[in-house]
């Protein structure tokens, strides 16, 4: 089966513009979740989507981040505008409903300079 | 969310069986335990997950002690591509979320 697809793979953008990152997940999967790691930080959940509703956004940090998942299908993360704050990776991760593990993408390296 | 704790660094020899350790002594009894490991800055690659009893899957085992406070990652023939950073978090039945720590960094050493 085809895993977890991020895009772009790297972006690099400059404070104050905006970014669009998308996440498709694998087929059939109701829970999607995006975490990030920021330079030498440990890797920090953003939020958990079911279906299209999201289920848990607790780790959103502020406003200028905006997550959506149209239909339930993929899902989008914009960051507008950017901070250089913002600079790290970004990981998707999708998961059947129960107790198995989650697929990760490769994620998406963000650099806002 | 309960607190796991993991020796920073570990070293084996290929061929030999990696033994990696986890203290979650807070966790709580409807925690799982998950172990993920990290290749270089790929993605973070599930590996195993347990309540309560031994797991083992094509990837490894799990042993879970009786009270629940510690487990153990076991990687019985360890090869140079399981080189990476291991972590261990919980995970609560209501909750799907994942608490990533500094993780062990394991090294498989030729």
């Known amino acids: 089966e085809a895993g977890v697809t991020q895009f772009p793979s790297h972006s690099v953008i400059e404070k104050g513009q905006t970014v669009t990152l998308r996440c498709d997940p694998i087929?059939?999967?109701?829970?999607l979740y995006w975490y990030r790691r920021v330079m030498g930080k440990e890797i920090k959940f953003l939020l958990h989507?079911?279906?299209?509703?999201?289920?848990?956004e607790s780790g959103m940090p502020n406003n200028r981040f905006l997550a959506e998942r149209t239909g339930g299908t993929y899902s989008t993360l914009k960051v507008q505008p950017a901070e250089l704050e913002d600079s790290g990776v970004y990981f998707c991760?999708?998961?059947?409903?129960?107790?198995?593990?989650?697929?990760f993408g490769s994620g998406t390296r963000l650099t806002v300079v | 969310d309960a607190k796991t704790t993991q020796p920073p660094s570990m070293d084996c020899a290929e061929g030999r069986a990696a033994n990696l350790p986890c203290n979650h002594s807070?966790?709580?009894?409807?925690?799982?335990v998950y172990w993920y490991r990290q290749i270089h800055s790929q993605g973070p690659q599930y590996i195993i997950h347990?309540?309560?009893n031994n797991e083992t899957n094509e990837m490894a085992s799990l042993i879970i002690t009786e009270d629940r406070k510690s487990s153990t990652l076991i990687l019985p023939h360890a090869t140079l591509r399981d080189t990476a950073v291991y972590y261990c978090?919980?995970?609560?039945?209501?909750?799907?979320?994942?608490?990533f720590g500094k993780g062990t960094l394991l090294t498989v050493n030729p």
């Open positions: 991760a999708s998961s059947p409903t129960g107790y198995y593990g989650y697929t």
């Open positions: 087929s059939g999967h109701d829970n």
């Open positions: 989507f079911v279906k299209e509703s999201k289920q848990d």
């Open positions: 807070t966790i709580s009894g409807n925690e799982y």
């Open positions: 347990g309540l309560k």
């Open positions: 978090t919980p995970r609560a039945r209501s909750n799907y979320k994942l608490t």
